[in-house]
Structure formats: structure tokens, C-alpha cells
């Protein structure tokens, strides 16, 4: 089975940090991009950041820059996402998703999605 899997959600107050992992299992990650999206119910989902195949260009949503930082180790067949001074805007679902080629802003571009970790930022 082809499978993205996230973890590291949690509860965390205002301020705080949290990191977001992404394993995969059934294929390598080396040859796509990987991003991460969140989704607050109500609301479509927001391309947050991604990460290039091979160049390892990056790039972040206007509301995150400067607070979180995304980042790949090939050889664990994984990606992070590390999340610093959290507000409770960035309460959401949280998924990663990988696409042949190219980060995409648009969800639609990807090709595997996880089941999605709850960040909930509490003041």
C-alpha cells in the first residue's frame, strides 16, 4: 500500500512549537514534492508549505513565513514540518501530500495525501 502517515499533533498554547513528521511507506519520497496543507472545518485547504524533489527549494504560505520551517531527510523517507510561535489561527487539520515533479499551491496537483494530524493551538 502506498501511504503518507503524519504525527507530532497535539495541543500546544500560544507561543508554543510543535513539529509535524511525514513517513512514507510503499514508495520513496526522493522523487516528489512533498507540502503540507491545513483545513479548518468550513474552510477549503490552505496550501502551508512545501518542498522541492530535487533542488530542495521551498516555500510558505504568507501567513506562516518566519515561523515554520519545512524540511526532508531522504534516507528516513521523511518530512517535517517545524512549527514555532504558534497562534490559534494555525489551529487546523493538518495534511501532507506528495506530487511527482513540483509543489503545486493547489491541492488537486497531489497524488497522496495522509489521514491528517489536529494542531490546536489554545490561549
Known amino acids: 500500500q502506498l501511504q503518507l502517515v503524519e504525527s507530532g499533533g497535539g495541543l500546544v498554547q500560544p507561543g508554543g512549537s510543535l513539529r509535524l513528521s511525514c513517513v512514507a511507506s510503499g514508495f520513496t519520497l526522493d522523487h516528489y514534492a512533498i507540502a503540507w496543507f491545513r483545513q479548518v472545518s468550513g474552510k477549503g485547504r490552505e496550501g502551508v508549505s512545501c518542498i522541492s524533489s530535487s533542488s530542495g527549494t521551498t516555500d510558505y504560505a504568507d501567513s506562516v513565513m518566519g515561523r515554520f520551517t519545512i524540511s526532508r531527510d531522504n534516507a528516513k523517507n521523511t518530512v517535517y514540518l517545524q512549527m514555532n510561535g504558534l497562534q490559534p489561527e494555525d489551529t487546523a487539520i493538518y495534511y501532507c501530500?506528495?506530487?511527482?515533479?513540483?509543489?503545486?499551491?493547489?491541492?488537486?496537483?497531489?497524488?497522496?495525501w495522509g489521514q491528517g494530524t489536529q494542531v490546536t493551538v489554545s490561549s
Open positions: 501530500a506528495a506530487a511527482l515533479v513540483k509543489c503545486s499551491r493547489w491541492w488537486y496537483n497531489y497524488d497522496y
